[in-house]
């Protein structure tokens, strides 16, 4: 739950973050996800908290790349 610390980068409280839609793999060993960024919502900051996979795109590319094996096995 947020609001339980302190930004490491202002200092103030964090009672509340913005969220902003990344990319998230690597580009040597891929995969790319959609993902989210938080970001520390003071407006003098801004400063990325942490980033995290998308878990529902995540999942879905999963159930894509499962399905077209399966049919490359068949074929």
Request: hydrophobic content about 40%.
């Amino acid at each position: 739950m947020f609001g339980h610390g302190k930004c490491p980068h202002c200092g103030q409280d964090v009672t509340r973050c913005d969220m902003k839609a990344v990319t998230v793999g690597d580009q040597l060993a891929g995969p790319f996800f959609h993902g989210v960024a938080i970001c520390c919502a003071n407006p003098q900051c801004h400063k990325v908290l942490s980033v995290v996979a998308d878990p529902s795109s995540l999942a879905a590319d999963i159930a894509r790349r499962v399905a077209k094996e399966i049919r490359g096995a068949k074929g």
